[in-house]
């Protein structure tokens, strides 16, 4: 059996310290949550930066920066996968629908891909969804998308597609047909946020079913379906998500201390099920990462 590749993501877009005031919110808590992650087991780490002052989430390339800065001069080798979900939301005004209310962040290509063009991760992600999604409509059409796919290759960075129903993995397949995705490529498949597909054995296994045949993909169940939907992923032969982005419990009941708690678990549910996470040179292997 080989190695499963085990990614935390370590504070996302929603979360708040009202849910769980161990999130990390500063640069330099997100860059040590991260490096903790990697030591407990996690060969990937998936990062939004917030502002350190409101803890909302942010776009800004130097709060990136310095994150990118404290990974590479620590002592730990981890993969690191930067996001760029942000600039994609359009929240309509309630008197004027199509006019954009002060919570929309949709923005274009270029400004949502800034910050992997300067800093050159390994990875990041490459969102295919549009929908409504926490009060607001996702909106990543295709001509953006193609854009943003080609400064990501570009910038010589793997592109992680997270797609949220099945839609979304039709349009992967268009992108890779007129070779704007290149394979072998990588799907992320989020379960469990409302509108999108649900966190069921039987739609994860339909869900991976459709995939392109010449492809890695992981998968991940938000909140409380966080563990559950991680074991089906090894299960079904998928690598594995957790973290802070996704739940802020450790158990039912228990909030988590910190990341590092949530992958530590996470390791030991696979070593238990009969599997073993990969290490960083091996997630770099199956990945085909240049590192």
Known sequence: MRPTILSCAVTGTFP?????ENLPVTPEEIAGASIDAARAGAAI??????DP???RPSMELEYYREVMRRIRESDVDLIVNLTTGPGGRYVPDPEDPARAAPATTLTNARIRTEHVVALKPEMCTLDLNT??????AVINHPDSVREMAGRIYAAGVKPELEVFDTGDIKLAKALIADGTLRLPALFQLV???????????????????ILPQECEWAAFGASRMAYPMLAQAFLLGGHCRIGMEDTVYLSRGVKTPDNAALVE???KLIDL???????????REILKLAG
């Open 131 to 136: 929908m409504w999604f926490g009060g607001g």
């Open 53 to 55: 002052q409101t803890g």
């Open 191 to 209: 379960m469990g946020v409302d509108y999108g597909m649900p966190a069921t054995p039987q739609a994860l296994a339909f869900f991976q079913s």
């Open 16 to 20: 708040t310290r009202a849910h769980n």
């Open 265 to 267: 678990k996470s390791v």
């Open 273 to 283: 099920l009969g599997g073993r996470v990969a290490r960083v040179a091996e997630a």
């Open 45 to 50: 780490c998936h990062i939004h930066v917030r």
